[in-house]
């Protein structure tokens, strides 16, 4: 992308997505917020406060704000330098009232937790950790040294010191556990919107290619019959002809019209869109989800049959993108996980449709299995998984596309080992390795032989 801080896979680039506006509105809540408190103490519970001071750290963020409302427009996005200081600076100014009003006497030393929440949620972990540890040498210096908090004749507000230690180690240990919920929450939401992301234009990458090759078979279609009349013409002319250079015209003809027709002919493969191509056997479909990974050394074996009840008929299936796109998916990660062999199976009765793709690999590791479908399941690899697939480098997003682009169709998917890891190896069956099952209800992807489909339509005419 021409901006690199707006490109929504980049994790360093999210802090680029907070708006100035935002943290300016945060402030004001939080100025508002001391003021009232400021007020409130003095009036409500007769504290001697030290005003003057009080009111300068309240308008040093009166001003901060200000300032940044008059040098930058509303609409600018900040980087995470930019965050960080202006974190840093509510944190400081933060710590500076608690000073002034009684340090962790003060019961709203707890705010202290609100700009590292913020960081957490937004930046990076060094930014976080940064932020973190100024906020806890702050709220650590405030417990230890701090104006106390008096009333107007004198007495001294104070709590005793073991809940003061008490409120110190709530804070610490609230810094790390909000701040860690914070950061992991933001980070799954990220993970699904990007995979999201990713999915969609999985999908819009499918649906083009599709519309394009229904384009290309149109095309062919309409172009069948003149070619094929240049074609005969131009044969006649190289029997008739008797000048030798003008054969050899016809003959060129002839030869440039053939592969005119040979080109089309392979353009036309992809295209989708007829009417009649709109729906394809069970056999088919499976076929051509499967056919980008058919040369890639491993032996991809195929068995269409109906289950027990079933109509010998083959079902047509909706050659939709969401189901080649996501059986692709699927296929792919067979193949790359397999040592030799993947079997792909289909069946079907009246209720339900069932694909199950198995291989013969290791299977799905234990430990990830009941998270198969989320995205970003990433480990770091070991120097033997990286030797053994030098190009793979999978994040579980393959699956999770699949299983959603699936799940979209009416699917329901399942994931499994072929065998126990504790069999032997003569126990051990031939389909030994990872089983995702992919069921769909009858009524959702195809019609039953006693539906009656009626008259297809007839198919648009290209117009120039």
């Not at 680029?16 to 409500?44: D, E, K, N, P, Y």
């Not at 999201?196 to 384009?215: H, I, N, P, S, Y």
């Not at 209800?441 to 290209?462: F, K, M, T, Y």
């Amino acid at each position: 992308m021409a901006d690199p801080t707006l490109d929504p896979f980049n994790p360093a680039a999210r802090g680029h997505w907070i708006r100035l506006r935002t943290l300016i509105v945060l402030r004001w809540i939080a100025i508002c917020g001391q003021l009232a408190a400021i007020t409130i103490a003095q009036a409500l519970f007769g504290l001697d406060l030290e005003l003057a001071l009080c009111y300068l750290a309240v308008g040093a963020s009166v001003i901060a704000n200000l300032i940044a409302i008059y040098i930058f427009p509303e609409n600018k996005r900040l980087t995470e330098s930019e965050v960080v200081s202006m974190l840093l600076f509510d944190i400081a100014q933060l710590s500076f009232l608690l000073f002034l009003t009684g340090g962790l006497h003060n019961p709203f030393a707890l705010l202290i937790l609100a700009p590292v929440t913020i960081s957490a949620s937004a930046l990076r972990l060094r930014s976080t950790l940064y932020l973190g540890s100024i906020a806890l040498a702050l709220i650590s210096i405030v417990a230890l040294y701090y104006v106390p908090l008096r009333t107007t004749d004198g007495a001294v507000m104070q709590m005793p010191e073991d809940f003061i230690f008490g409120f110190w180690l709530a804070i610490f240990i609230g810094l790390f556990f909000l701040a860690g919920y914070a950061r992991r929450v933001s980070i799954e939401i990220h993970a699904m919107s990007d995979a999201l992301l990713a999915t969609q234009m999985a999908l819009v990458r499918e649906q083009k290619l599709t519309d394009l090759g229904g384009v290309v078979a149109a095309t062919a279609h309409e172009l069948g019959t003149p070619l094929a009349t240049i074609k005969l013409v131009s044969s006649e002319l190289v029997g008739e002809l008797d000048d030798p250079d003008l054969k050899d015209d016809a003959r060129l003809i002839s030869e440039q019209t053939d592969r005119c027709r040979d080109i089309l002919r392979s353009m036309g493969r992809a295209g989708k869109d007829d009417k009649h191509l709109q729906q394809a056997p069970i056999d088919t479909l499976i076929r051509e989800a499967a056919e980008p990974h058919m040369e890639r050394g491993k032996e991809i074996l195929f068995d269409v049959s109906p289950l027990p009840g079933g109509e010998s008929q083959q079902p047509m299936i909706q050659r939709s993108p969401e189901i080649i796109h996501g059986l692709r998916n699927l296929v792919q990660n067979a193949v790359d996980f397999s040592d030799s062999t993947i079997w792909v199976d289909a069946h079907w009765d009246a209720q339900n449709i069932v694909m199950r793709i198995t291989d013969d690999g290791s299977g799905f590791p234990p430990q990830v299995i009941g998270r198969l479908g989320d995205p970003f399941l990433k480990r770091r690899k070991s120097e033997a998984e990286r030797a053994k697939r030098p190009q793979y480098e999978g994040m579980g997003l393959g699956l999770f596309i699949a299983k959603t682009l699936l799940e979209r169709s009416g699917a329901r998917l399942a994931f499994s080992n072929g065998s126990d890891p504790f069999l032997t190896f003569e126990e051990t069956p031939e389909r030994n390795g990872a089983i995702i099952e992919v069921t769909w209800p009858r009524d959702r992807v195809s019609r039953l032989p006693s539906q009656s489909q009626g008259a297809l339509g007839e198919n648009q005419q290209i117009k120039a």
